[in-house]
């Protein structure tokens, strides 16, 4: 194994860890990817070798197959581009009046409370505004019951 690769190997009686992960570098998933790609390899075996966890591999694998598995970040030879700061947008020093409402279309909504008691004791509250036929359908229902 690198010397890149941080070592870590501290786990208590019931086997979690307790040092800090390892990280390997891009070139090191490569080549242990690579190991398991050759006839014959076995992902188990290229993973014992580099003392690194099976399904660990597998998920290097599949990230490689993915076209994932490269270095991230900008290349040096990335041109950068120019950036121009302006001020910032000037907010609204008013607040926007309420659009009135047509009273004829707002009376089919403007009871805020119902309640509707029934012949065996309950009684059923309706909160808010509500619509004609919603109101239908809940009497609708309860008449059927």
Request: hydrophobic share 35%; proline share 6%; with cysteine.
């Given at each position: 194994?690198?010397?890149?690769?941080?070592?870590?190997?501290?786990?208590?009686?019931?086997?979690?860890r307790t040092a800090?992960?390892?990280?390997?570098?891009?070139?090191?998933?490569?080549?242990?990817?690579?190991?398991?790609h050759v006839r014959?390899?076995?992902?188990?075996?290229?993973?014992?070798?580099?003392?690194?966890?099976?399904?660990?591999?597998?998920?290097?694998?599949?990230?490689?197959?993915?076209?994932?598995?490269?270095?991230?970040?900008?290349?040096?030879?990335?041109?950068?581009?120019?950036?121009?700061?302006?001020?910032?947008?000037?907010?609204?020093?008013?607040?926007?009046?309420?659009?009135?409402?047509?009273?004829?279309?707002?009376?089919?909504?403007?009871?805020?409370?119902?309640?509707i008691r029934l012949?065996?004791?309950?009684?059923?509250?309706?909160?808010?505004?509500?619509?004609?036929?919603?109101?239908?359908?809940?009497?609708?229902?309860?008449?059927?019951?």
């Open positions: 194994m690198d010397t890149s690769t941080q070592e870590t190997a501290g786990t208590d009686a019931l086997g979690r800090p992960r390892r990280h390997h570098t891009i070139e090191e998933k490569l080549r242990i990817v690579h190991e398991t014959g390899a076995s992902v188990a075996t290229v993973a014992r070798r580099h003392n690194v966890n099976p399904n660990q591999v597998f998920a290097w694998r599949q990230l490689y197959r993915q076209g994932r598995l490269e270095r991230k970040g900008a290349s040096l030879d990335t041109p950068m581009l120019p950036v121009r700061v302006s001020t910032p947008t000037v907010l609204p020093t008013e607040r926007a009046r309420p659009v009135p409402t047509n009273k004829a279309a707002s009376s089919e909504h403007a009871c805020k409370l119902i309640e012949a065996n004791g309950h009684s059923v509250v309706l909160y808010g505004e509500l619509r004609t036929k919603a109101l239908a359908r809940v009497i609708d229902l309860l008449v059927r019951r």
